[in-house]
Each structure stands twice: as C-alpha cells, then as structure tokens.
Nanobody, 123 residues
C-alpha cells in the first residue's frame, strides 16, 4: 500500500521557520521525484519544490527560492521542506507528492499525494 505521510505543519509568526516532513512507503522511490505543492483557500494547488530521488537535484518555485530548502533522507524514505522567513502568503495546506520528474511542476492523474499538513503564518 502506497502511503505519503506529512507532518510538521503549524502556526508560526511572520519571519519564523517550520520544517515539514514526508515519509514514503510502499513505492520504489528511485523511480520517482518527490516534492511539495501547496493550496491556499480558493486557489489552485501550486508547485513549491521538488527533488530527484536519484542524484538529488532540486528545483523551486520562484516564490520560495532562497527561503525554502528541500532535502531527503534516503535511509528513512523521507523528504523534508525547511521553510525560513515565512510570510502570510505562505499560508496553505502543504502536500507531499511522488511523481515522474518530467512535468513534475504540474498535477497529473498518476501523481501520488499525501493527506496534507496545514501551515498558517500570522502577520
């Protein structure tokens, strides 16, 4: 059974930091890229960051570049998102995704998703 389980969300003041985690099970991670999307109320789900499981190359949305860092722990099948200098516009439900590297920044029917974790940034 494929599972992606996120944790680490919460309430933080503007300028603060949070670290999200996503533990993957039931899939061969070498076949995937892993990453994060987010969805704010009334908005579409948008790409945040991704990392290739083999090689570890990373890619970020412009809105989070230089503030967020994606990383992975191969042994723990875990992907992390370190979020620094958070702003109220970062408030959203953050979702972990496993998908193909090509077109990762889009959503497709074949994508695998976690249940999401809420991040709220107060001003």
């Amino acid at each position: 059974q494929v599972q992606l389980v996120e944790s680490g969300g919460g309430l933080v003041q503007a300028g603060g930091s949070l670290r999200l985690s996503c533990v993957a099970s039931g899939l061969t991670l070498s076949n995937y890229a892993m990453g994060w999307f987010r969805q704010a109320p009334g908005k579409e789900r948008e790409f945040v960051a991704r990392i290739k499981w083999i090689g570890g190359s990373t890619y970020y949305a412009d809105s989070v570049k230089d503030r967020f860092t994606i990383s992975k722990d191969n042994a723990g099948n875990t992907v992390f998102l370190q979020m620094n200098r958070l702003a109220p516009e970062d408030t959203a439900v953050y979702y972990c995704k496993a998908g193909q590297i090509w077109g990762f920044t889009r959503t497709t029917p074949d994508d695998l998703w976690g249940q999401g974790t809420q991040v709220t940034v107060s001003s």
